[in-house]
């Protein structure tokens, strides 16, 4: 009997503590400009649309590949969980007018930053007048071997689909990793915008960092990563 409340007790303890504080010792929080490895980018702290964030703006040329503009979050290690954070993109002043202000999340990133797993976003797919430049507004990319040509090339409209976007407007984004299945969610959406489930590089821990694509100035706020 004495046993039996002891665990009922316990379990109501439990009960009892916010809900952050049980999440609290599994999730790491935050970006600051000191805790980020620029590759062909360059990092500011700023204040968007009301938000404290870190604007990030492509310093890479123009012919640079899908691997070549990151800024890697410094003590990050994830393999499986999700991946939370609030983020916008835009096209620079001077960019080139095919650019969409491509900007996403790279995850997986091995040491030598060459292999990687990432979701980006194109906003400026997001309300195009053409429905076929719409549902290029998510894209799943692997580096190396799996850029956005390819896998459209060889598995059309398999690697990226439609998401309404503005420009410059914050987004959220929340991605779900789990071996090699990955979804991407858009704005609290409760099914995912974007579903991969072979994602192509080998199972591996890696740091999480933050990607643009060419002519992109992107801001990022809010990073919470939850193996």
Same mark, same amino acid.
């Given at each position: 009997?004495?046993?039996?409340?002891?665990?009922?007790?316990?379990?109501?303890?439990?009960?009892?503590?916010p809900r952050?504080?049980?999440?609290?010792?599994?999730?790491?929080?935050?970006?600051?400009?000191?805790?980020?490895?620029?590759? =062909?980018?360059?990092?500011?702290?700023?204040?968007?649309?009301?938000?404290?964030?870190?604007?990030?703006?492509?310093?890479?040329?123009?012919?640079?590949?899908?691997?070549?503009?990151?800024?890697?979050?410094?003590?990050?290690?994830?393999?499986?969980?999700?991946?939370?954070?609030?983020?916008?993109?835009?096209?620079? &002043?001077?960019?080139?007018?095919?650019f969409r202000?491509?900007?996403?999340?790279?995850?997986?990133?091995?040491?030598?930053?060459?292999?990687?797993?990432?979701?980006?976003?194109?906003?400026?797919?997001?309300?195009?007048?053409?429905?076929?430049?719409? =549902?290029?507004?998510?894209?799943?990319?692997?580096?190396?071997?799996?850029?956005?040509?390819?896998?459209? =090339?060889?598995?059309?409209?398999?690697?990226?689909?439609?998401?309404?976007?503005?420009?410059?407007?914050?987004?959220?984004?929340?991605?779900?990793?789990?071996?090699?299945?990955?979804?991407?969610?858009?704005?609290?959406?409760?099914?995912?915008?974007?579903?991969?489930?072979?994602?192509?590089?080998p199972v591996?821990?890696?740091?999480?960092?933050?990607?643009?694509?060419?002519?992109?100035?992107?801001?990022?706020?809010?990073?919470?990563?939850? &193996?």
């Open positions: 009997m004495r046993r039996i409340i002891a665990c009922t007790f316990a379990l109501a303890c439990l009960l009892l503590v952050g504080a049980v999440f609290a010792q599994q999730t790491s929080s935050g970006l600051s400009v000191d805790k980020l490895t620029l590759q =062909n980018v360059k990092a500011d702290p700023v204040t968007y649309r009301g938000h404290a964030a870190i604007r990030i703006t492509d310093k890479g040329p123009t012919d640079l590949g899908d691997a070549g503009r990151l800024a890697i979050v410094a003590g990050s290690s994830f393999q499986d969980g999700t991946i939370d954070v609030d983020l916008s993109g835009d096209t620079a &002043p001077d960019a080139n007018v095919g202000g491509f900007v996403g999340v790279a995850f997986r990133v091995g040491a030598d930053r060459s292999h990687f797993e990432c979701f980006y976003l194109r906003p400026k797919n997001g309300r195009s007048e053409d429905q076929l430049q719409r =549902n290029h507004s998510a894209q799943y990319i692997s580096l190396p071997g799996f850029g956005w040509e390819k896998l459209r =090339n060889e598995t059309p409209g398999k690697y990226e689909s439609y998401v309404d976007l503005v420009p410059g407007e914050w987004t959220h984004v929340k991605i779900q990793v789990s071996g090699t299945h990955a979804r991407l969610y858009i704005n609290g959406s409760t099914q995912p915008v974007l579903i991969v489930n072979d994602l192509k590089q591996a821990k890696g740091s999480v960092a933050l990607w643009v694509g060419p002519g992109t100035i992107a801001h990022f706020a809010n990073l919470k990563v939850t &193996p």
